[in-house]
């Protein structure tokens, strides 16, 4: 059975980090792009960063951008956000993303496994 398994969740003050884990199980992904998605209470699923196969390009979203970062560790088939600065809007449930494809992509409809979320709720 193919997982993807979020980890590192939680509550934090604003201004504090997480830092979020996908690990893969079922099969290897080394060879997927892999992104992180969220989606807010009321609010529409939103792209928030992915990697390529290599980790060696990398996208984020404007309203990230300086303070996620993405990253990936393939020999342990996890994937990361780093999150920092947080602010109360980055409040969502985070979920990873894997595509058959190893060029990275912002689309959600473009992914073929998903992890069923993480919540991250930052307090003002």
């Known amino acids: 059975q193919v997982q993807l398994v979020e980890s590192g969740g939680g509550s934090v003050q604003a201004g504090g980090s997480l830092r979020l884990s996908c690990a893969g199980s079922?099969?290897?992904?080394?060879?997927?792009?892999m992104g992180w998605f969220r989606q807010a209470p009321g609010k529409e699923r939103e792209f928030v960063a992915a990697?390529?196969?290599?980790?060696?390009?990398?996208m984020h979203a404007d309203s990230v951008k300086g303070r996620f970062t993405i990253s990936r560790d393939n020999a342990k088939n996890t994937v990361y956000l780093q999150m920092s600065s947080l602010k109360p809007e980055d409040t969502a449930v985070y979920s990873c993303?894997?595509?058959?494809?190893?060029?990275?992509?912002?689309?959600?409809?473009?992914?073929?496994?998903w992890g069923l979320g993480a919540q991250v709720t930052v307090s003002s």
């Open positions: 990697v390529d196969w290599t980790d060696g390009i990398r």
């Open positions: 079922g099969r290897t992904f080394s060879s997927s792009a």
């Open positions: 993303a894997a595509r058959e494809s190893r060029k990275l992509s912002n689309r959600a409809v473009e992914c073929g496994y």
